[in-house]
T-cell receptor, first 113, second 116 residues
Framework: EAQVTQNPRYLITVTGKKLTVTCSQNMNHEYMSWYRQDPGLGLRQIYY???????DKGDVPEGYKVSRKEKRNFPLILESPSPNQTSLYFC????????????FGPGTRLTVL | DAKTTQPNSMESNEEEPVHLPCNHSTISGTDYIHWYRQLPSQGPEYVIHGLTSNVNNRMASLAIAEDRKSSTLILHRATLRDAAVYYC?????????????????FGKGTHLIIQP
């Protein structure tokens, strides 16, 4: 089954404690992306990657890092999380066709105390 | 990017058709119209997309105005499982030009409520 998986699904942590949210897709997609969703602000893109070793900033990249060492994986790294990064995070992937649709993961709900 | 305008919420009865409108008066000739939806506690999922002609798939139909300044997502027979937030999104042909974020720009969408 074609899917995007994220782990963990829920995470409560404290300010400053480094964490990684993993994202993996099994569709051989070139493009992967991270979004955050906040009430009243909708979904906003954090980082994206067009292919292995190619990443770029989205609309709200501050406080986040990503890496793309393998095509299937695109982890989101918070080196020093702060409470304003409490949010619902979604990973997405797609191929690079003209109108290819994006497939989203189930989401990771992060709380930073 | 061209913007879209959708009603904040709509309500319909189960097993009746639902017409979800979207205005995009500044759409350009190369913009595709995409619809995604987000069910409660889930990630967004693709519904349908089109350029100029009306489109049908197993989930829905998309009716596009002749001047392309508006479109309507049609759920032919809504069920309780169709209760979700529906997003109308414009996306340029050529998709991933690499010149920008190329992500999907989600607005507030329409919260569809289905009454049993």
């Amino acid at each position: 089954e074609a899917q995007v998986t994220q782990n963990p699904r829920y995470l409560i942590t404290v300010t400053g404690k480094k964490l990684t949210v993993t994202c993996s897709q099994n569709m051989n997609h070139e493009y992967m992306s991270w979004y955050r969703q906040d009430p009243g602000l909708g979904l906003r893109q954090i980082y994206y990657s067009m292919n292995v070793e190619v990443t770029d900033k989205g609309d709200v990249p501050e406080g986040y890092k990503v890496s793309r060492k393998e095509k299937r994986n695109f982890p989101l790294i918070l080196e020093s999380p702060s409470p304003n990064q409490t949010s619902l995070y979604f990973c997405a992937s797609s191929s690079l066709g003209t109108t290819d649709t994006q497939y989203f993961g189930p989401g990771t709900r992060l709380t930073v105390l | 990017d061209a913007k879209t305008t959708q009603p904040n919420s709509m309500e319909s009865n189960e097993e009746e058709p639902v017409h979800l409108p979207c205005n995009h008066s500044t759409i350009s000739g190369t913009d595709y119209i995409h619809w995604y939806r987000q069910l409660p506690s889930q990630g967004p999922e693709y519904v349908i997309h089109g350029l100029t002609s009306n489109v049908n798939n197993r989930m829905a139909s998309l009716a596009i105005a002749e001047d392309r300044k508006s479109s309507t997502l049609i759920l032919h027979r809504a069920t309780l499982r169709d209760a979700a937030v529906y997003y109308c999104i414009l996306r340029k042909a050529g998709g991933y030009s690499g010149g920008g974020a190329d992500g999907l720009t989600f607005g507030k969408g329409t919260h569809l409520i289905i009454q049993p």
